[in-house]
């Protein structure tokens, strides 16, 4: 039996897909500085810095998410810092 062009190229296609939801393997080289203890927690692979402050205003600059209940900001945000749970 011989499998149609198109079935092929889709199964290519939602393979891809798939395997686009995850995470890279190695950890960006991260500025110095970035992401204190003292207020948050660095991301194994993402290079992204998790508030403690798990609150809208618990990040500020000008890169600052706030999704799923989660404070945070990526590596590449120069003026973003998670504030301090007052």
């Known amino acids: 039996m011989k499998v149609p062009t198109v079935l092929i ?10 395997q686009g ?7 960006p080289k991260l500025p110095d500085g970035f992401c204190p203890k003292e207020t948050g927690t660095v991301t194994a692979t993402t290079g992204e810095c998790m508030c403690d ?8 600059g000008s890169g600052c998410q706030y999704q ?6 990526h590596y ?7 504030v301090v749970k007052p």
């Not at 939801?21 to 950890?27: L, M, T, V």
């Not at 402050?53 to 500020?60: E, P, T």
């Not at 799923?68 to 900001?73: A, D, I, N, V």
């Open 9 to 18: 190229a889709l199964f290519a296609i939602i393979i891809g897909v798939a």
């Open 53 to 60: 402050w798990q609150h809208k205003d618990g990040c500020v």
């Open 76 to 82: 590449s945000c120069k003026d973003c810092r998670c």
């Open 21 to 27: 939801g995850y995470a890279p393997k190695e950890s």
């Open 68 to 73: 799923y209940g989660l404070s945070f900001y």
